[in-house]
T-cell receptor
Framework: QSALTQPASVSGSPGQSITISCTGTSSDIGGFDHVSWYQQHLGRAPKFIIYDVTNRPAGVSNRFSGSKSGSTASLTISGLQTGDEAVYYC???????????FGTGTQVTVL | EVQLVESGGGLVQPGRSLRLSCVTSGFTFDDHGMHWVRQSPRKGLEWVSGINWNSESIAYADSVKGRFTISRDNAKNLLYLQMNSLRLEDTALYYCVKDKDAWLTGGFDYWGQGTLVSISS
């Protein structure tokens, strides 16, 4: 099962907005609305920040938002803060051999 | 507070076995599906296996099918992963992960801190 494709890195200045893309196929992102996003700080376990494409779990800042078009999902972080520096992963339910597939991960840097 | 605590990792030779355990607390265990997800520098995050709330629905990644077995004990709030015929490429940090829903479609809402599995001759 192939990983979902994400850019290796994205950067922005404090206060700006950035968008991370996550590209899959019709067997995963394009076929289901079970797309989720995770934030992982160095040395820590991933944290759940978006589920079912657009929904935020309780306690997650509304600066994080998700969307999907065809087989590409996107995560937007608005009002960028230094604490947002982390690696972000997308994940999608899949109809292939693996029930879930993860993205390759995107390092977000706040300049 | 939801807590997931893994144990059972270690350094073993190829072909040997390990059994991972995950002690859970802070939520109604039998209301949620559970997963094992692993992470390595070489392959990133990789979903390994999932089990729904009543063990009727179980799934494995192709890379571990036939070698790994997931199970759960709802009376003890425990999740397990029996890993047989271990390979070098199974080396990773293994996370116990809670599903947001009872079935396996909710997403991974809580993660343990992981237990390290190292396969080396």
């Amino acid at each position: 099962q192939s990983a979902l494709t994400q850019p290796a890195s994205v950067s922005g200045s404090p206060g700006q907005s950035i968008t991370i893309s996550c590209t899959g196929t019709s067997s995963d992102i394009g076929g289901f609305d079970h797309v989720s996003w995770y934030q992982q700080h160095l040395g820590r376990a991933p944290k759940f920040i978006i589920y079912d494409v657009t929904n935020r779990p309780a306690g997650v800042s509304n600066r994080f938002s998700g969307s999907k078009s065809g087989s590409t999902a996107s995560l937007t972080i608005s009002g960028l803060q230094t604490g947002d520096e982390a690696v972000y992963y997308c994940s999608s339910y899949s109809s292939t051999s693996a029930l879930y597939v993860f993205g390759t991960g995107t390092q977000v840097t706040v300049l | 507070e939801v807590q997931l605590v893994e144990s059972g990792g270690g350094l073993v030779q190829p072909g040997r076995s390990l059994r991972l355990s995950c002690v859970t607390s802070g939520f109604t265990f039998d209301d949620h599906g559970m997963h094992w997800v692993r992470q390595s520098p070489r392959k990133g995050l990789e979903w390994v296996s999932g089990i729904n709330w009543n063990s009727e629905s179980i799934a494995y990644a192709d890379s571990v099918k036939g070698r790994f077995t997931i199970s759960r004990d709802n009376a003890k709030n425990l999740l397990y992963l029996q890993m047989n015929s271990l390979r070098l490429e199974d080396t990773a940090l293994y996370y116990c992960v809670k599903d947001k829903d009872a079935w396996l479609t909710g997403g991974f809402d809580y993660w343990g801190q992981g237990t390290l599995v190292s396969i080396s001759s």
